[in-house]
């Protein structure tokens, strides 16, 4: 069964810190790996997609890795805002008929001044 | 900015009240989701679409139905709402194949009393 792991479930820090969140996935054959970010109330957006053969991409402040082989992918936060607070949302697409997504169940970030 | 939109955005209702939630996207995708989710909790796909009359149920069983008569619209309904409907349910779309990113809507946060 196609899951998705995320760790932590949430998260405390302090503004201008900079934090790692994590995503363990098992689906399989896979397509693509997306970071999204939800702020509460609101829809999620996303950040960053990684692809089976790129290791590291950057949005701005926020960095995202993946290893295929261990299948696994962090999001890297740096200098942390007050904006950053919200839930971040790990999302495997698989290489099948309907590319089939699975969802992480995300992690809060609260970013405290 | 994503060209997806949900009506209405907050709705307050009785017990056995006959429920529309809309969602419309201008953006021409053929993949549609209805996902729910509960205040600091994971999202639940409920139902999803991959085209015109085209209707299947998700990974969470759900008492509303939905229709998919045009590409641009999603409606989903609950014939007769309960306080356990009481939930935020967000649509989605994205393109067949391609990145498979998705765009959301900004919600529709129902409370049924």
């Known amino acids: 069964k196609n899951q998705v792991e995320q760790s932590p479930q949430s998260l405390i820090i302090l503004e201008g810190k900079n934090c790692t969140l994590q995503?363990?996935?098992?689906?399989?054959?896979?397509?693509?790996l997306r970071w999204y970010k939800q702020d509460t109330g609101r829809g999620p957006v996303s950040l960053t997609i990684?692809?089976?053969?790129?290791n590291t991409k950057s949005n701005g402040r926020y960095t995202a890795t993946l290893d295929a082989d261990t299948k696994q992918s962090s999001l890297h936060i740096t200098a942390s805002q007050l904006s950053d607070s919200a839930s971040y949302i790990c999302?495997?697409?698989?290489?099948?008929?309907?590319?089939?997504?699975?969802f992480g169940g995300g992690t809060r970030l609260m970013v405290k001044p | 900015e994503a060209d997806i939109y949900q009506t209405p955005r907050y709705l307050v209702i009785g017990t056995g009240k006959k429920i529309t939630l809309e969602c419309s996207q201008t953006?021409?995708?053929?993949?549609m989701y209805w996902y729910q989710q509960d205040p600091g909790m994971e999202l639940h796909l409920i139902h999803y679409?991959?085209?015109?009359?085209?209707?299947e149920k998700g990974d969470l069983s759900s008492e509303s139905t939905v229709s998919r008569i045009r590409t641009e619209h999603f409606p989903l309904t609950l014939e007769s709402a309960r306080p356990s409907h009481t939930s935020q349910y967000l649509c989605?779309?994205?393109?067949?194949?391609?990145?498979?990113?998705?765009?959301f809507g900004e919600g529709s946060r129902l409370t049924v009393l």
């Open positions: 989605a779309s994205r393109l067949q194949g391609g990145t498979g990113e998705l765009f």
């Open positions: 995503c363990n996935y098992t689906v399989s054959p896979f397509s693509n």
């Open positions: 990684m692809t089976f053969s790129e």
């Open positions: 999302v495997v697409s698989a290489k099948n008929a309907g590319n089939m997504l699975t």
């Open positions: 953006m021409g995708h053929d993949k």
């Open positions: 679409s991959y085209g015109v009359n085209s209707t």
